[in-house]
């Protein structure tokens, strides 16, 4: 599997969207993304789907790498930073697989990379987006729990620290390419961004119901994500806090 082409089209923004079983949406995404930025190419990377997830990609006009074993979000999503990093692209916006979030909002999150000098932009869900749409009451009390943990570590307020819609620019994508939070790593991946002294900054944008399928994060996987998540984020503080006492010591 190689993950090192060259960056042929005339685009320097790679989107990236990282699918495990999503046969059932993936054709949508991919055609309305494409739809949405004809110029941008898109590169699927598919987690070892039991489904039919890696044919409806290329089906749409995606470019597929299909894991050869099901390496987890972190693991899938890094594939994808990897293969930006290496193909020379400038940015990636990565976008989920299940529908629900709108390509259209893909150039607002660019356009704010780019004036605003941050090495990451968040899509965040407007209020009211879609008539109202509301994410489930686990994960709205996750995001609460995670927002509070954050806010002293980060040094400000973010509104969603589980977010999947990020664009980020070359400087993050170079960190990321060489390690990422393998499991739910949206949270730990800004402890890393807040330890690089790297910034980012948030955009709102629209949020919809999943076009098919439903959720892998259960009540039960839901409390080994809470202590995962907890576990990385310290082991971040105190790798980081390590690695800069030894640099004084010097």
Known sequence: MSTSPANTNASTTLVLIPAYNEGASIRHVVEEVRRTCPLMPVLVVNDCSKDATASEARAAGAEVISLPCHLGLGGCVQTGYKYAYDAGYKSVVRIDGDGQHDPRDIARLLEMLETRGVEMVIGVRAAGSNGGFRTSLLRRIGISFFKLLLRPILGRSVSDPTSGFVAMNRRALEVFSLTFPLEYPEIEALVVLQRKAFRFEEVESVMR?????????TPVKSVYFVLHVLLGVFVNILRYDGAHA????R
């Open 246 to 249: 030894r640099g004084q010591g």
């Open 209 to 217: 119901p999943r076009m098919a399928g439903r959720s892998s994060i």
